[in-house]
DNA sequence: TGATATGTTATCTT
DNA sequence: CAAGATAACATATC
C-alpha cells in the first residue's frame, strides 16, 4: 500500500511532469470519491506537488489545492499523448492539454479534495512530524513513546505521532532495529529509541531508493505504470515460515490490533 | 463461500 | 474523560 516511500515516489515524478501544466478538465466517475468543486480547478495551472504524511498536495494557480490520498489501493498513472481508455477501476481523470491523469483505486477508499488554503492547513494539521525532517530527533521520539504503553508498532503507524509509516515499514523498521513490535512503548531504553528512530530513517530512506514497494498483493505503480522494487529487499514482511537472514530463526507471523505483523522471535527483544 | 488484507475514522469499551 | 481497542468502509483474491 501507498506509505511514505510510495506517495514521495510519486510525488517525485508528478512534481517534475505536471508542474507548470494547466488543468482543462476534471471527470469524476466515482462522485463519493471527489469533494469539493471541480470548477475552481479548471483552467488552473499546476505549480507544484507536494506530500505531507501519505497525502499528495497539488498546489494550484488560483490558491487552491488538491489533496489526494490513495488509501490501500488508489494510483495516479500518467497517460501520455493520446486519450486512453479508463479501466474498471478508474475514479477520476485529470485532464491537460495533451495528457490526462488517470485516479483509478480498485477499493475505493481513496479521495480528492479541492480545498483552500485554510482547508488544507486544517486537514493536515494532525499529523505528526516527518520522519525524514530535523524536527523528528531521539528527544522527540522519547517523550512520545513514554506517554503510552501501547506496542511499538501500533504507535509508529500513529500518523498523529509520526507520519507516513504504514503496516510495511512499521514491521522493516522494527526488524532493522531488532526491537519486538509487541513491546510498549514506555519500556523502550535510551539506547533503543536511538536505534528506532535511525531504522525509521534509515528503512524510509531505502524504500524512497528503491521507488517503493510493490509487493505482492499490492496495486501500488509509479505513475509511469512500473513498479517499485523495495519489496526485493524486505526483511521479514510477508516472510513468516522462511528464516530470518542474520540468525535463520524462522520468522512469525502475528495479529497486533488487526494487522499483519511479522517479526524474527529471536533478534527482535 | 467466506475469510483476508489494508489506512483511516467512527464508535464502542475499559 | 481519556486511552485503547475494535468495527466499518470496498472489493479482488485465495
Known amino acids: 500500500m501507498p506509505e511514505l516511500p510510495e506517495v514521495e515516489t510519486i510525488k517525485k515524478y508528478l512534481d517534475k511532469t505536471v508542474s507548470g501544466k494547466k488543468i482543462i478538465g476534471i471527470k469524476i466517475l466515482s462522485k463519493k470519491q471527489f469533494a469539493g468543486q471541480s470548477k475552481k480547478v479548471i483552467g488552473k495551472k499546476i505549480l507544484s506537488v507536494e ?3 501519505k497525502n499528495l498536495i497539488f498546489k494550484l494557480s488560483n490558491g487552491q489545492a488538491l489533496l489526494v490520498h490513495l488509501k490501500m489501493s488508489g494510483q495516479l498513472l ?4 493520446i486519450l486512453k481508455t479508463p479501466t474498471k ?5 485529470i485532464s491537460f492539454v495533451k495528457n490526462q491523469l488517470f485516479f483509478n483505486d480498485m477499493r475505493k477508499f481513496g479521495w480528492i479534495k479541492v480545498l483552500n488554503k485554510d482547508q488544507l492547513d486544517l486537514a493536515l494539521a494532525r499529523f505528526g512530524p516527518e520522519p525524514l525532517t ?38 522493516e523498521i522494527l526488524a532493522k532495529a531488532q526491537i519486538n513490535p509487541q513491546k510498549p512503548a514506555n519500556q523502550l531504553k535510551t539506547q533503543e ?14 524504500g524512497i531508493k528503491y ?33 530470518c537472514q542474520k540468525c535463520k530463526t524462522v520468522i512469525k507471523r502475528i495479529n497486533l490490533s488487526g494487522r499483519g505483523t511479522f517479526f524474527c522471535p529471536k533478534c527482535q527483544k
Not at 78 to 81: E, N, S, T, V, Y
Request: proline letters at 2%; glycine letters at 8%; zero cysteines.
Open 51 to 53: 506530500r505531507r504524511a
Open 193 to 206: 529509541i536511538k536505534k528506532l528512530r535511525e531504522a525509521i530513517q534509515l528503512v524510509l530512506k531505502e
Open 78 to 81: 500518467w497517460q501520455p499523448g
Open 211 to 243: 521507488n517503493g514497494s510493490s509487493a505482492a498483493d499490492q496495486l501500488y505503480l509509479r505513475p509511469d505504470s512500473s513498479s517499485g522494487s523495495y519489496q526485493q529487499y524486505f526483511r521479514v514482511y510477508q516472510k513468516d515460515g522462511q528464516k
Open 134 to 171: 530535523k524536527n523528528f530527533s531521539d528527544n522527540y521520539l522519547g517523550k512520545t513513546l513514554k506517554q503510552t504503553r501501547r506496542a511499538i508498532k501500533i504507535i509508529l503507524l500513529d500518523q498523529t505521532k509520526i507520519a507516513g509509516i504504514g503496516n510495511i515499514y512499521a514491521n
Open 89 to 93: 477501476s478508474t475514479r477520476v481523470i
